[in-house]
């Protein structure tokens, strides 16, 4: 390497991020895809011995270090062997619609669900248990031709990481899955995880199904990076040989060079992308220190840092003036100095990797030794800088909004904003939703609304009609939020999308409550009725009509109710349903086990004004007018949420006993 091109500690601020060639064979920092299995090479040996213990055995666990290529081999290799399998999974990416559209939905079932079948609408999936899901999509012939229950969930890492906000979400996924894999021998579970969450994947199994088989993904060898390069991108032998002969050459200055056995692949793809076309003349060094500076500008980019703060603060943290590696242990909230939040976006970008010892702490520290020289000797040369693409930008945001770190979704939705023209308006609509999903998850409704609006009507140009249908069914739900708001404007949002998405039963389903709200009974079930029309078994429908049958207060009725109610998995049900189900069960005469029903109701939604003014009828029909006088009262003041107008005049007339 020249020594000219090399910057000296004191001038690392020159940070950039260098293009990648399209037409290049190798896809670079995104992992390879189910289009790119005819040019994924290197791993013939994993994909057989991954593929063989996942059909043999009920819980596979395949784990490796970030960067090692989970993703690449599960979606180019080991999947597209199977001829009907379902898609693999994701915990997190599988979000298509407007959170406000799925306002009681666990995020993490929803997501592994959509990913799962991702050509089905995500309204079919809202409400779905893992045990409901395999019912469909094993045993009928709902989402066609049925398939074998070969079942891979990817990045499941995130499964046993704590986000703050959300665990009660994770827990009750985790218990779901396991239920079903109980409940269905024949199933075979492939978990991708990180190798510093293991222990966590292996608890799991032992408590859903007994020991698990585990896989672990090791880098590529010389001879499958030879591979790798060779073909398809035709590298002659002589250049591949070099090329790979400097990935695996440590050099540390003032130390001799020594050789490692085996390539990181995300590395190889580092390199390759930015000088893909043969002949290959390769500075590898040059080439990782400008892979080390693009990713660093992006991580600073996307936390609101400056640029050479964060390159010498990773610098100083992970490798020592001598060219030690340097292992850092995770603290609470911050880590060497940094936000743990950076610590995570440079393991997603495979600049440094974590490690555990049973369960103690994670410890971070470079992803690969290859990487110390071009750390010391970041570029001296600023080319014209070249932000992230809106896609990456977009895709970081929801990261970001799935951690609950608002202020990092908004201010990178913002920037996609910021950056996008006048013409590019699918990309300013998907900004426009993620500021509407974090207003609506930060309570601000009306915010929520306007960013909802404004999404619509970019997607209506476009003619969209069912991004548009789903963001009018997202602006319609959160209008029944509006306190003491009579629901009209909501109602007629929902009529909208439902004549845009004719036949979706979630649109139907929330325009049935809507019409609840508005003291149209018979109405609304006429709506929900349509609802089960199209999806008999739609937890959510079942959900609101056993509610609205348990509203009606005849014997016929609340019978109907439970078993509508008796139809939804418990795990899913909600506070006004079970307040639903104690009233219908006191209708019908049997008191003592509507009390048992209310209390869980009344212990969760003790500020809803539905489950309150439920629980006060109870009382009045088992005879305790006391309590139901005190309930109602509650009923009447309760906020979260609010009673609508007809439901609250009658229960201020039974608060006032009359």
């Given at each position: ?26 896809p ?121 229950p ?7 890492e ?19 899955l ?97 000088d ?88 971070y ?38 951690h ?41 409704v ?37 306190p003491?708001?009579?629901?009209a404007?909501a ?9 845009r ?75 006004s ?37 439920r629980?006060?009828r109870?009382e ?23 009673l609508p ?14």
């Amino acid at each position: 390497m020249n020594p000219a091109t090399v910057a000296p500690p004191e001038v690392r601020d020159a940070i950039v991020d260098l293009p990648v060639d399209p037409s290049s064979p190798f896809p670079g920092s995104r992992p390879y895809s189910a289009a790119d299995r005819g040019r994924f090479r290197g791993r013939a040996r994993e994909i057989d011995d991954l593929s063989e213990m996942w059909t043999a055995h009920r819980l596979t666990i395949l784990y490796a270090k970030s960067g090692a290529g989970r993703t690449s081999l599960l979606s180019a290799g080991v999947l597209p062997r199977f001829a009907n399998v379902c898609a693999l999974g994701n915990p997190t990416d599988g979000m298509t619609v407007p959170l406000a559209t799925v306002p009681n939905e666990n995020r993490y079932a929803l997501s592994v669900l959509s990913t799962w079948q991702p050509e089905a609408a995500p309204s079919w999936m809202v409400g779905l248990s893992v045990s409901g899901f395999f019912r469909r999509r094993f045993d009928s012939r709902w989402f066609g031709p049925p398939a074998e229950p070969l079942i891979a969930i990817d990045a499941a890492e995130r499964l046993f990481s704590r986000i703050s906000g959300r665990e009660g979400e994770r827990t009750r996924f985790l218990a779901d899955l396991g239920e079903a894999l109980r409940e269905r021998p024949d199933a075979h579970l492939l978990l991708s995880v990180r190798e510093d969450c293991l222990p966590e994947a292996v608890r799991f199994a032992r408590r859903a199904v007994g020991e698990p088989r585990s896989y672990e993904l090791a880098t590529l060898s010389r001879e499958a990076a030879l591979e790798v390069v060779g073909e398809p991108a035709g590298f002659p032998r002589p250049i591949a040989e070099r090329l790979i002969g400097e990935l695996i050459t440590v050099r540390v200055d003032g130390r001799p060079d020594r050789r490692t056995a085996r390539v990181e692949p995300s590395l190889l793809q580092a390199v390759c992308t930015r000088d893909p076309a043969p002949p290959f003349e390769p500075s590898v060094d040059e080439a990782l220190a400008e892979h080390v500076s693009g990713e660093l500008a992006a991580v600073a980019e996307g936390h609101g840092l400056k640029t050479p703060r964060i390159a010498r603060w990773f610098g100083d943290t992970f490798v020592a003036g001598s060219g030690e590696t340097l292992v850092v242990r995770e603290e609470d909230g911050r880590t060497a100095g940094m936000d743990n939040a950076v610590l995570r976006a440079l393991e997603d970008r495979h600049l440094v990797t974590t490690t555990r010892h049973g369960d103690g702490p994670r410890c971070y520290r470079l992803a690969d030794e290859r990487l110390v020289r071009p750390v010391q000797h970041l570029p001296l040369r600023t080319p014209p800088a070249i932000g992230p693409t809106a896609e990456e930008g977009l895709r970081a945001a929801r990261a970001a909004l799935f951690h609950r770190d608002h202020t990092t979704a908004i201010r990178r939705a913002e920037a996609v904003l910021g950056a996008s023209g006048p013409s590019e308006l699918r990309i300013r609509a998907e900004a426009g939703t993620i500021l509407g999903d974090a207003a609506f998850e930060q309570g601000a409704v009306e915010k929520a609304i306007e960013h909802y609006v404004q999404a619509a009507s970019l997607l209506e140009a476009l003619q969209d009609t069912i991004g548009v249908g789903r963001l009018l069914a997202a602006t319609g739900r959160l209008k029944l939020q509006r306190p003491r708001n009579a629901p009209a404007d909501a109602i007629a949002d929902l009529q909208a999308a439902a004549r845009r998405i004719p036949g979706d039963p979630l649109i139907q389903t929330v325009l049935g409550r809507a019409l609840w709200q508005a003291g149209q009974l018979r109405a609304a079930l006429a709506a929900v009725n349509e609802a089960l029309a199209h999806d008999g078994e739609l937890p959510e429908a079942l959900r609101t009509r056993g509610e609205l049958l348990a509203e009606l207060g005849d014997r016929e009725s609340a019978e109907a109710a439970l078993r509508d109610l008796d139809r939804v998995d418990a795990d899913l049900a909600h506070p006004s349903s079970g307040a639903a189900r104690a009233l219908a069960l006191a209708t019908t005469g049997r008191i003592d086990a509507a009390h048992r029903a209310l209390e869980p109701a009344l212990a969760e939604g003790g500020d809803s004004g539905p489950v309150l003014y439920r629980a006060a009828r109870v009382e009045k029909i088992s005879g305790d007018l006391y309590s139901a006088v005190r309930l109602a009262a509650r009923a009447v003041a309760a906020k979260d949420p609010p009673l609508p107008e007809h439901q609250r005049l009658a229960a201020g007339l039974l608060r006032d006993h009359r």
